[in-house]
């Protein structure tokens, strides 16, 4: 169920002023100070919202506040400004009624912070989509743009606007945010050149200094150093809270998100570094001729900078602050400028071309966040222009400013005073006059197109002759002397002759708001916001796009002699048409308050609130709101908050609202005249009347509350009893349960310790019978086996007996037959018949034994080993001799069958074999490969014929060696022959001899004990052949090589018998060296190959692959 609040809840003092009882001016600024000090810092006046600034974030801008006063009435809650911004987007979505928002309020109460606050919840509650964020994110974002150009440090507020800004925002038919448009008016331009004591010049400027990297400062031609600046006031250039350089970041991002292209930045910086070079140029003075004086720029640098920037030529801008064109029909009068006339040409330039570049963002950001052109749209149009203003000294701008507050303030009294009188109207109550002062008198003063100020200032600026601000101070104090807003010591009302507060320069206007003593000097120049001809001129010559558009009056093919209009004519004029637009509109009213000069939270300085309350006619406000009937409430709401006051309406109501509100006051006997039935809305007169009821609400809403407290105790006892005696029957049943199951528990238990005991015992009874029965049938057994037993031992000796008896009986039977037998035979036997037996016997064993050996004889193979077994016991010498006879035989066989030379291999491999065998590992490979000698085919083949023929005798063995090289180790293909008498090297290719050595000089050959082939030829000492050394070769045949050479050494004539020496390390003579040749064993690598290197001196190592 929705909860309805009203904002009578839980006030601090009254949230409506209306309601303030008794209404004075004390009791007004009593209760916004109450409220300020609770944090409450806005306050209704009616449907005008008063908002105090805290000088502090409060938690009470967040998303769900928005969500909390999002489509909820206006009085629903406590007052805010989201309530009135709501109220206005829903009047604009769901009646069609285009609104605006009027922020007033001095500098630094908040106005702009308000005007945020207004378009972010409207940004927050109105429609979504892509299209439609990124309208609200452009309108959002223009707000840093116009902020950073147009704000300025004042000791008033340290972001106060320097110019009015006014908003349109366009919405489509479902509330949807279109664009907007934004209207500027009149940026206090004179900053540019001058700020007083305690101010800063305009944000960009010390941002662009702070925030710009060192790039594109350079660019600009600029420097860091806010000193180097003329026209940067330095006593306040840092501000507390504020970071130049970050707000820098910012406006760059929102000038990008609103749409300005990257050149655009880039010509709006360099105007702005434009008007900071600008403000250095210096002037100095140089006599003429004529003894008048004339400017010359002091040191050109900064100028040249300028104009580089700008693209102007130096030469021109030099001229034109130096001379002046006067054109006046055909006429062209050129005067020179003397050196103050040049510093305000300078000055003058400068302010233009600031407030120009200010009014061409307005314009550009206005294209950019323009709505379609489409049906009609709904506006809300947002007001935040600079407040009523009382300096120590108002010139121009102060008065122009307040101009247009007058106008406000009227506008206010005029739209508010319509609407009441609507309301009485469309509610069919009766209107009675209220009587408020009406500021169109003062505004006239100023207006008035015959003899208003303005139309005054702008006579005089346009007379002829000499016009100073004296003559037009002259001209005021005779026009306006009689009016009664217009004070001036000259004029010739005797009232103020001797009034010493109104100085003979001044002039004082009684504003609404209070008066204001204006300073005459500088009113006519300001308000002619004279730029000389020539500056525009040269301004419109700069090779810069931008400047051309900023000064189109400067373009000479469209001089136009007619002066622009004056400064106070286009404000009056602006002000016109703002103020018709605004009546267009339906009003909403934020009215701010600053609680204290020294912008501090917490601090509220009565005389200084007294006096905004004051000039921003808020007690006036009040009574007009008032002047009829202060409170006014709708049936409904009414009835729901004071229905408990009468017994027909509390709880339940059945019939229509207004017949139970007039139950309801008839029943509480409110006199007649302090209320009146609208058609919608009950009215009541006096506050006082409001708080009796809101009283007799209070003290009923007690009795209530004590009565619900009652039936709510007596319920809260009662569900407590009733869940204690709940409670009691569920533990007294878990109780029961458990103490049931516990006996339970017990009982199993028991039986199942007397149920083991018995069948514990019935067990052990059938296995007692169990086992006596076992024992009864092993005894039988037992016994019968000792039984069966005995009776078989019994049979047993019986039979035994029985055999025994029979077997002697066949013994003596035997006995006696053979005693029978050869008592009968004996005579027939001779003596030696028992030897011949015997010889035949073993005639007819070896017979048998002889023909089986015959069919069982082995093959004629020498290497067959076997032999039959042998068949008698007796026969194993017999047997062993004949097989060793066997073989003897069967190897003559063999051995008959040779030829001489099959003779001769076998010789040499028997030699081979006594040689190497068990000695060297490479015989076993040599066994089976035949002794070839000439391998090389020697005598047939034809390349070696030569070789052949220088050879005496025949070659034993030819053969391709590998000679070793003393020196390396390295191995080179050699021919190997063997005669008889001599062993020759001879070379592989050409055949040619390379050595030839007499078998009697070699005294040994040396080989290793492995699977290698190398061999070492020792020669005698001191021989023909021996002078190169001994010689290291390998061969794959070095078995036959070795032999032959043996058997050849051997039966060579006058030679000894050739050592053959097996070791793997042995001495050979290289020249003058012993060398020793040592064999080790190696892993085997490259195919498996022997290498050989010479070491050292003393070493050559073999190395051999492991065999295994
Ligand atoms: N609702 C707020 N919450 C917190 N601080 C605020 C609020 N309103 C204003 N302020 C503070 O007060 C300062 C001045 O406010 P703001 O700039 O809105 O004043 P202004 O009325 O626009 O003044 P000016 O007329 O000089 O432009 C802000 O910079 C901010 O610090
Ligand atoms: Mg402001």
Same mark, same amino acid.
């Given at each position: ?190 900053? &540019? ?502 009283? $007799? ?95 078989? $031992? ?188 001599? &062993? ?90 012993? &060398? ?33």
């Amino acid at each position: 169920m929705e909860v309805k609040t009203s904002l009578l809840d839980n006030m601090i003092g009254v949230g409506d002023m209306v309601l303030l009882e008794p209404l004075s001016e004390d009791s007004f600024i009593a209760n916004l100070r109450n409220r300020f000090d609770h944090n409450e810092i806005y306050t209704y006046i009616g449907s005008v919202v008063i908002s105090m600034n805290p000088y502090r974030s409060l938690p009470i801008f967040t998303p769900e506040k928005v969500e909390e006063y999002r489509n909820r009435n206006f009085y629903e809650l406590s007052p805010h400004i989201y309530a009135l911004a709501d109220e206005a987007y829903r009047s604009l979505r769901d009646q069609d009624k285009d609104q605006c928002i009027l922020i007033t309020g001095e500098s630094g109460a908040g106005k702009t912070e308000a005007s945020k606050l207004v378009m972010s919840y409207v940004a927050a509650v109105c429609g979504k989509g892509q299209e439609v964020n990124k309208v609200k994110e452009q309108l959002l974002q223009s707000n840093p743009v116009l902020e950073a150009f147009g704000n300025a440090k004042t000791v008033r507020n340290d972001n106060s606007s320097r110019f009015g800004k006014y908003m349109d925002i366009e919405f489509d038919f479902k509330g949807d945010p279109l664009g907007g448009v934004i209207s500027n008016y009149l940026l206090e331009k004179s900053r &540019v050149v001058k700020q007083p004591r305690g101010e800063r010049n305009f944000h960009i400027f010390y941002q662009l200094l702070s925030g710009a990297s060192d790039d594109t400062l350079k660019k600009l031609k600029l420097d860091r150093d806010f000193s180097k600046y003329n026209y940067l006031s330095l006593d306040s250039a840092a501000v507390n809270g504020l970071d130049d350089a970050a707000n820098f970041r910012t406006v760059r991002n929102a000038m990008q998100i609103v749409g300005f292209m990257e050149d655009e930045v880039q010509s709006v910086l360099e105007l702005v570094a434009a008007v900071l070079k600008l403000g250095n140029i210096e002037f100095k003075p140089e006599s003429r001729c004529n003894g008048n004086d004339e400017s010359r720029i002091r040191d050109k640098n900064d100028l040249k900078e300028m104009c580089e920037l700008l693209g102007t030529e130096q030469t021109v801008l030099e001229r034109a602050f130096s001379y002046r064109t006067v054109e006046a029909k055909q006429e062209k009068v050129c005067t020179t400028l003397n050196v103050a006339q040049a510093y305000y040409a300078r000055d003058a330039l400068a302010k233009n071309l600031y407030s120009r570049l200010f009014s061409w963002l307005v314009t550009r950001i206005n294209e950019s966040i323009k709505a379609a052109p489409k049906s009609r749209h709904k506006v809300m149009g947002v007001l935040d222009i600079y407040g009523f203003e009382i300096f120590e000294e108002n010139s121009f701008e102060q008065f122009i400013i307040n101009y247009c507050n007058e106008k406000l303030q009227q506008i206010f009294i005029e739209l508010t005073l319509r609407e009441e009188q609507e309301e009485y109207v469309r509610e069919g109550i009766e209107w009675t006059n209220i009587e408020y002062f009406n500021n169109a008198i003062i505004c006239d003063l100023i207006e008035n197109h015959q003899n208003g100020i303005l139309a005054m200032l702008d006579e005089e600026c346009l007379r002829p002759g000499t016009v100073t601000d004296e003559t037009f101070l002259d001209k005021l104090n005779t026009i306006c002397a009689e009016h009664l807003h217009f004070e001036s010591r000259l004029s010739k009302s005797s009232k103020f002759l001797t009034d010493h507060s109104l100085p003979h320069n001044c002039f004082r206007i009684q504003h609404y708001a209070g008066k204001v003593l204006y300073r005459a000097e500088g009113f006519v120049d300001k308000n002619n916001d004279l730029l000389y001809r020539d500056l525009s001129q040269a301004m419109y010559k700069a090779n810069h796009s931008l400047m051309k558009q900023l000064f189109p009056e400067g373009n000479p093919a469209k001089v136009n002699l007619k002066r622009p209009p004056t400064a106070g004519f286009q404000f009056r004029h602006s002000v016109g048409t703002l103020m018709r637009n605004l009546q267009t509109k339906n009003p909403n009213y934020i009215r701010c308050i600053k609680p204290n000069d020294k912008k501090a939270s917490h601090i509220f300085t009565d005389s200084l609130v007294c006096h905004q309350v004051r000039y921003l006619g808020l007690m006036e406000n009040v009574r007009v709101r008032r002047a009829g009937y202060a409170f006014r409430q709708a049936y409904e709401p009414c009835l729901e908050r004071y229905k408990m006051l009468c017994k027909r309406t509390w709880p339940h109501w059945r019939g229509p609202a207004r017949e139970g509100v007039e139950v309801l006051m008839a029943d509480l006997t409110v006199p007649a005249e302090e209320f009146s039935y609208g058609r919608s809305k009950v009215f009541i007169r006096n506050p006082r009347t409001l708080f009796f009821l809101e009283e $007799r609400r209070r003290q009923c809403l007690q009795d209530l509350a004590t009565l619900i407290q009652k039936i709510y105790r007596g319920w809260k006892c009662r569900s407590h009893f009733l869940l204690l005696k709940k409670s009691q029957i569920v533990v007294a049943a878990w109780y029961r349960r458990y103490a049931q199951q516990n006996k339970y528990k017990r009982i199993k238990s028991a039986t199942t310790v007397v149920q083991s005991y018995t069948r514990g015992w019935q067990a052990r009874k059938l296995l007692r019978e169990l086992k006596y029965q076992k024992r009864c049938e092993e005894a039988v057994t037992t016994i019968s086996a000792y039984w069966h037993g005995t009776q078989a $031992r019994r049979e047993l000796r019986r039979l035994k007996e029985e055999a025994r008896r029979k077997h002697a009986v066949a013994v003596i039977w035997a006995y006696w037959k053979g005693l029978k037998v050869r008592r009968e035979y004996r005579k027939f036997f001779r003596a030696n018949a028992g030897k011949k037996i015997y010889n035949f016997t073993i005639q007819r064993i070896m017979q048998k034994y002889f023909l089986g050996l015959k069919s069982t004889m082995p093959s004629m193979s020498p290497i067959d080993k076997s032999w039959p077994v042998k068949p008698y016991l007796f026969l194993d010498g017999v047997h062993s001799e004949l097989r060793r006879i066997f073989h003897l035989w069967r190897c003559t066989k063999y051995r008959s069958e040779f030829t001489e030379e099959k003779k001769a291999v076998f010789e040499e491999k028997l030699e081979a074999s006594e040689i190497f065998k068990d000695k060297k590992a490479l015989y076993a490979s040599s066994v089976s490969q035949p002794f070839m000698g000439d391998y090389l085919e020697i005598s047939k083949n034809p390349k070696y014929q030569k070789l052949n023929s220088a050879m005496d005798e025949k070659v034993l063995l030819a053969d391709v060696v590998n000679k070793i090289n003393r020196a390396n180790g390295k191995g080179t293909a050699r021919i190997f022959l063997l005669t008889k008498n001599s &062993v020759v090297l001879a070379d592989q290719k050409t055949g040619q001899v390379k050595a030839s050595v007499p078998l009697p000089d070699l005294t040994s050959v040396s080989v290793s004990t492995q699977s290698d082939g190398f061999f070492a030829l020792k020669l005698k000492e001191g021989s023909a052949s021996a002078i190169k050394g001994d010689f290291l070769l390998s061969s794959e045949h070095l078995i036959e090589i070795i032999t032959k050479l043996h058997r050849t050494g051997a039966t060579a004539a006058d030679s000894e018998q050739l050592n053959i020496d097996i070791s793997d390390e042995f001495l050979v003579q290289f020249k003058h060296d012993k &060398v020793c040749v040592k064999f080790i064993q190696g892993a085997p690598k490259n195919g498996n190959s022997v290498s050989c290197k010479r070491k050292n001196n003393r070493l050559l190592e073999v190395s051999v692959p492991s065999t295994v």
